[in-house]
């Protein structure tokens, strides 16, 4: 069993930086970053492979960074230069199924509670 801890939330000013965290446990698998808006589906933001490969969602503007620190078991994601359409709530996601689609909710095996971003 996986757990993931988010934290690094808050409220910031467009421009603005933030650095997102999740501890995990007994995850050696892919690990992606999601976010949700209310009453908008959950969408991928990030994912990184075991061996370090990044892949990020269209939208992404190459504001944002994602890293993995074995050491401390914490995945990151550095957002910088944040606008109000960053505003969601940010969710760790481990364990991509072999063969899933990244970006498939479907296809993730354990989530964190969430962390909250806004930005105004």
């Known amino acids: 069993h996986v757990q993931l801890v988010e934290s690094g939330g808050d409220l910031v000013q467009p421009g603005g930086s933030l650095r997102l965290s999740c501890k995990y446990h007994?995850?050696?698998?892919?690990m992606g970053w999601f976010r949700q808006v209310p009453g908008k589906e959950r969408e991928g933001v990030a994912t990184?492979?075991?061996?370090?490969?990044?892949t990020f969602a269209d939208f992404v503007k190459g504001g944002f960074t994602i890293s993995r620190d074995s050491a401390t078991r914490t995945l990151l994601l550095q957002m910088d230069d944040l606008s109000s359409d960053d505003t969601a709530m940010y969710y760790c996601?481990?364990?991509?199924?072999?063969?899933?689609?990244?970006?498939?909710?479907?296809?993730?095996?354990?989530w964190g509670q969430g962390t909250q971003v806004t930005v105004f």
């Open positions: 996601a481990a364990d991509l199924v072999t063969g899933g689609d990244w970006q498939s909710i479907a296809h993730w095996r354990y």
């Open positions: 007994n995850s050696r698998n892919c």
């Open positions: 990184i492979g075991l061996y370090g490969v990044t």
